[in-house]
């Protein structure tokens, strides 16, 4: 018998790697809404159309993730990804639960393209069809709702730490 590899089958199995304890249960975490910021789509006139909280995906990690696994989203609530520089971007609705309206932004904060009820675990790609450098996640039937066009701006703040 080789030692050496029961002993590293062993510690694997010490260490979690490796074994599967009798009874163990994983238990998911939900995923909460956490506050970075606040954002107000506007008409071209500078009239508010609605003031939100966001959630902000910058790192790669965040924009890969987006809102994927969450079970809901508030109202006035929604994640805002940025990107480094303007580029044609599409999104799709792997692993996401809830149906979304996806807005996408040029570096002059104008929107620039709109895809409207996404539909969730669908996995069709939704490009922007012109270069954004931001894009917008809210809940599906909210562009219609609040009457959100192209042509439409966005201001943003962020929160510092």
Do not use: H
């Not at 506050?35 to 939100?52: A, N």
């Not at 104008?110 to 917008?136: C, F, H, M, W």
Request: negative net charge.
């Amino acid at each position: 018998m080789n030692y050496t590899i029961v002993s590293i089958a062993l510690f694997l199995c010490v260490m979690g790697a490796g074994c599967k304890k009798e009874g163990a249960k994983i238990t998911p975490t939900a995923i909460t809404f956490t506050k970075e910021g606040e954002l107000w789509i506007l008409k071209p006139s500078g009239d508010t159309i609605q003031r939100m909280d966001i959630e902000i995906a910058a790192s790669e990690y965040e924009t890969q993730t987006g809102l994927m696994y969450r079970k809901s989203m508030e109202q006035e609530q929604g994640m805002l990804f940025i990107t480094e520089k303007m580029r044609k971007q599409s999104f799709y609705m792997k692993n996401t639960l809830i149906p979304l309206d996806i807005i996408y932004i040029d570096d002059a904060l104008r929107i620039v393209s709109i895809q409207e009820n996404a539909k969730p675990l669908d996995e069709t790609p939704l490009p922007s069809g012109v270069p954004a450098q931001y894009t917008l996640e809210i809940n599906a039937g909210l562009v219609a709702a609040w009457g959100i066009v192209v042509g439409d701006q966005i201001v943003y703040d962020t929160f510092s730490e």
